[in-house]
């Protein structure tokens, strides 16, 4: 059955933040964007929800497809949802999360152009509203003592 609506719809997407700790320095793992919005940007690893999917199993799959890194589970942190943040339309974001105890070299794939870890306290510009989302994720996990 397929259902038609009068009225515009969000699309929903996941985004992944993955947190690994060398040598007292905290890292965070980013993609490159292969293509269009934000094009050679860096953003974090995402995208959207299949309809017979989870939204833990979508994280899951989008990370792995990104960076080749396989997790069985992540942890959820927040939505995001303003108006124009994704200037494809109109999306809301649930953000997922993993520390990782080691650094595993990521594999870039999909429609990510490359994927490295980059210190936390150095990132470069980002894609999307995903600096404000680590800024908030960094205030969770000092509140939190994680």
Request: proline share 7%.
């Amino acid at each position: 059955m397929t259902y038609t609506y009068e009225y515009p719809r969000p699309a929903v997407c996941v985004d992944i933040i993955v947190i690994c700790r060398k040598s007292d320095k905290t890292f965070l793992l980013l993609i490159e964007r292969k293509y269009p919005p934000f094009k050679n940007c860096r953003a974090l690893p995402g995208g959207f929800v299949e309809m017979d999917e989870t939204l833990e199993q979508s994280a899951i799959r989008e990370l792995y497809e990104e960076t080749g890194i396989k997790l069985k589970q992540l942890k959820q942190f927040a939505a995001y949802g303003d108006p124009g943040r994704d200037p494809r339309g109109r999306t809301v974001s649930i953000i997922y999360y993993t520390f990782l105890k080691e650094q595993y070299s990521p594999t870039a794939g999909d429609d990510a152009k490359n994927s490295q870890w980059y210190p936390i306290e150095q990132l470069p510009q980002l894609a999307f509203d995903h600096e404000k989302i680590i800024a908030d994720f960094v205030k969770f996990v000092t509140s939190q003592d994680l």
